[in-house]
């Protein structure tokens, strides 16, 4: 399975960690998500600098690996 179209998820008025939720689902059934942004140099990025949905993620700190 894979999940993709996500940005729903980093609404600012959620103040989730969207990467942590998917993690903890992906415990119940294996799937797979299609990013919505950019990886560099093991960060995960949502969105740009100086917009309130910009997220960053250290991919080391989550349970994920990332295929490019």
Avoid: H
Avoid at 43 to 65: A, H, R
């Amino acid at each position: 399975m894979v999940i993709k179209d996500i940005d729903v998820m980093f609404n600012p008025a959620y103040q989730v960690d969207v990467l942590k939720i998917l993690t903890e689902a992906r415990k119940s059934k294996p799937y797979s998500v299609i990013w919505p942004g950019r990886y560099e140099n093991g960060t995960l990025y949502y969105s740009e600098q100086g917009y309130p949905d910009y997220k960053t993620y250290e991919v080391k700190n989550y349970d994920i690996t990332c295929v490019i």
